[in-house]
């Protein structure tokens, strides 16, 4: 296969599935996006995955078995060398490891599939590509679904012995909230967009008064997007803004802490809330930092994800290109 030929990368997130096919020079031919089953297994997320790349490959004309490789982004516990996913939490039915790149590749005549963390690649695409290409050290924040981290130490993803990142499960209270993974006081269980719709529910249902609900039926969607908590904000909802500011204190608490470890050049916000907050959150996440940075007088500096969307995917597909 010419190494120059078109790669896909696959963006597997609790949420979406978005997929695009990309040249040797990071130009996107072709996208597509799919929502993330929320019934079933792996099976079904797998074929929900080929339908998204096959839809991205027919935008680029471009014939999916023909692919240098596809890469995938994925949360859960990646074993790439043995093309497996495991322990994928906001993924229906998906605990133990299952084949993922096989049974994917298999749908494309075999095609090569590579494995990583989704936050790691996305982190590895802005450091590539995006809003960090001038630094030699990094920690990606991703805030969506779940909150995820990614790292880079001197111009390499850090990876630890597998699992390093996982800035979602620092515990920001003790004896707090129950997160989604089973742990108490979790930055996740405060900030993860699943954790944040569990608390509106469980205020809406105790008789807090809130816009967020009837914003999704308004919307015809079956959970709380990024769309629906910044429409909510925009339309001045307390209960909206009382979780947004809890989730906000708890990632600039957990961020400071890995902060005061890792001491990066910088701090990159995406993710689905991060990026659709943008800016002016990414300044307060930076604000509620400041406290319980050590080092305050020289803080690292935080941007929010220059590549958007297609971050993830065009991570994931770098990983072709850097095999």
Known sequence: MATDAPRGGIDLGGTKIQAIVANAKHQVLGQARRPTPTEGGPADVIAAMAEALQEAAE???????????????????????????????????????????????????????????????ATDAEFTLGAAREFSSLLGVFWGTGVGGGIVLDGKPWLGR????????????????????????CMEAYAGRRAMEARARKAHKDGEKTDLFKIMEEKGRDRLTSGIWARAIERGDELAEQLLNDAVDAIG???????????????????GLGVRFGEPYAQRISDAMMPHLFHDDDPPVVRVAELGDLGGALGAALQVQDR
């Open 59 to 121: 935008a680029a004309n471009v014939a999916p078995d023909t692919l240098s490789g596809i890469g995938v982004g994925a949360p859960g516990a990646i074993d790439d060398e043995a093309g497996t996913l495991a322990r994928a939490g906001n993924l229906p039915g998906w605990r133990d490891p299952y084949p993922l790149a096989k049974e994917l590749g298999a749908r494309f005549g075999g095609v090569t599939v590579r494995l990583g963390n989704d936050v790691q690649v």
């Open 162 to 185: 597998g699992a390093a990142g996982e800035i979602g499960h620092i515990p920001v209270r003790h004896h707090g909230l129950q997160c989604p993974c089973g742990r108490m006081g």
């Open 253 to 271: 608490t957990a961020v400071a802490s890995a902060c005061n470890i890792l001491d990066p050049d910088a701090i990159i916000i995406g993710g």
